[in-house]
T-cell receptor
Framework: GAVVSQHPSWVICKSGTSVKIECRSL??????MFWYRQFPKQSLMLMAT?????????EQGVEKDKFLINHASLTLSTLTVTSAHPEDSSFYIC??????????FGPGTRLTVT | AQSVTQLGSHVSVSEGALVLLRCNYS??????LFWYVQYPNQGLQLLLK??????LVKGINGFEAEFKKSETSFHLTKPSAHMSDAAEYFC????????????FGTGTRLTIIP
């Protein structure tokens, strides 16, 4: 089956710094990648949709200048949380898809901002 | 617009008993429906999906779900619960006309009583 990886699996950073999370499709080419945020004991909230080679489409209420998404290739998308604050602490999950296929989810990255 | 409602944020069943997790959807176009499972600190794993073929869908780990258009439901069942089934379960919907965005329900935490 299709495999999606995320790196790092967890990260702790200081308030005010930036952190980058990578999402890779290991055995298929993902034309579309999605970034979700999940707070403890809550559902997944879609943050943005990224298509290879084009700008990401952000959901309403998501700050595009704070959550920078780059989809530079068909196998890699990155989410950079800029000037992180404690309220950005969350579980970030990416998924990857190709055309009408199902989405394949990564294992998630837990971000803690101190 | 599409949405899913999962009735019951917590469900507890005894080991060996029937598992029934409820999901109702709302969609203005024919939907694709999904059930995902999430174990602690992990990403999502697809259990099964409905994509307008057979209304009774069989998935992994003995789970199945039936698409009932008249009831706008897609409930997840398993005849006999196993301790390893304890996890968070999410129902999700997306349009079958392009737009790959998934909309998730709020999730149901399944607890198995020994």
């Amino acid at each position: 089956g299709a495999v999606v990886s995320q790196h790092p699996s967890w990260v702790i950073c200081k308030s005010g710094t930036s952190v980058k999370i990578e999402c890779r499709s290991l055995d298929f080419q993902a034309t579309t990648m999605f970034w979700y945020r999940q707070f403890p004991k809550q559902s997944l909230m879609l943050m943005a949709t990224s298509n290879e080679g084009s700008k990401a489409t952000y959901e309403q209420g998501v700050e595009k200048d704070k959550f920078l998404i780059n989809h530079a290739s068909l196998t890699l998308s990155t989410l950079t949380v800029t000037s992180a604050h404690p309220e950005d602490s969350s579980f970030y999950i990416c998924s990857a898809g190709h055309g009408y296929s199902e989405q394949y989810f990564g294992p998630g990255t837990r971000l803690t901002v101190t | 617009a599409q949405s899913v409602t999962q009735l019951g944020s917590h469900v507890s069943v005894s080991e060996g008993a029937l598992v029934l997790l409820r999901c109702n959807y709302s969609s203005s176009v024919p939907p694709y429906l999904f059930w995902y499972v999430q174990y602690p600190n992990q990403g999502l794993q697809l259990l099964l999906k409905y994509t307008s073929a057979a209304t009774l869908v069989k998935g992994i780990n003995g789970f199945e779900a039936e698409f009932k258009k008249s009831e706008t439901s897609f409930h997840l069942t398993k005849p006999s619960a196993h301790m390893s089934d304890a996890a968070e379960y999410f129902c999700a919907v997306r349009s079958n006309f392009g737009n790959e965005k998934l909309t998730f329900g709020t999730g149901t935490r399944l607890t198995i009583i020994p």
